[in-house]
Structure formats: structure tokens, C-alpha cells
Nanobody
């Protein structure tokens, strides 16, 4: 079965950095677009960044462009989110996700908490 397991969240001061990882299993990772979403308390879940199956193209939410970088290692079935210049408004639970067309289903990891606070 499809499994997505995030790690790397934590508490960081404003201006700091974190790198999130998402280990995938149960599907042919290199064939699928991977995305990071986040959900802050009281807000809707929003798309943060996506990366194409071969890593050849990426896109970002305007609020994180220039500060966050999504990447992937298809040999390790892992997608990353490097977050620099963190701000208080980046505080959220971050989720790894992929759309699985054969089942018309979006799969989610369990989420990892990122808290930006002094």
C-alpha cells in the first residue's frame, strides 16, 4: 500500500532553516509528481511546492518562493523540502502528498509539525 512518512519538523527561530523529508513506498515513486502541503491552525490546507516525476520542473506558492526548495532523490524514494528564512507564518503541519491517478486518490503522509517562534 502507498505510504508516505514525513520527518524533520521541529521548533526553529525566525530566520532559521529546516529540511523536511518524506520517504515513500508502495508505488513507483519515480513516476509521480510529489508535493508538499501545509495546514496552519484554523486555516485550509494549502499547496506549498510540487516537483515533477524526474525533478525537471518545480513550482511554489508565492509565499515561499525564493525561500523554500523542493527536491527529490528517486533512487531513495524520498522528496525533500529545504526551508530557509523561516517566518512565524510558516508555522503549520507539513504534509507530503501524491496524486495516484489509477485510483483517483490523493495520498497523504501523517504530517510533521513546523513551529517558527522565538
Amino acid at each position: 500500500q502507498v505510504q508516505l512518512v514525513e520527518s524533520g519538523g521541529g521548533l526553529v527561530q525566525p530566520g532559521g532553516s529546516l529540511r523536511l523529508s518524506c520517504a515513500a513506498s508502495g508505488f513507483t515513486f519515480s513516476n509521480y509528481v510529489m508535493s508538499w502541503y501545509r495546514q496552519a491552525p484554523g486555516k485550509e490546507r494549502e499547496l506549498v511546492a510540487s516537483i515533477a516525476s524526474a525533478g525537471s520542473s518545480t513550482n511554489y506558492a508565492g509565499s515561499v518562493k525564493g525561500r523554500f526548495t523542493i527536491s527529490r532523490d528517486n533512487a531513495k524514494n524520498t522528496v525533500y523540502l529545504q526551508m530557509n528564512g523561516l517566518k512565524a507564518e510558516d508555522t503549520a503541519v507539513y504534509y507530503c502528498s501524491t496524486w495516484y491517478p489509477l485510483r483517483a486518490t490523493r495520498y497523504w503522509g501523517q504530517g510533521t509539525q513546523v513551529t517558527v517562534s522565538s
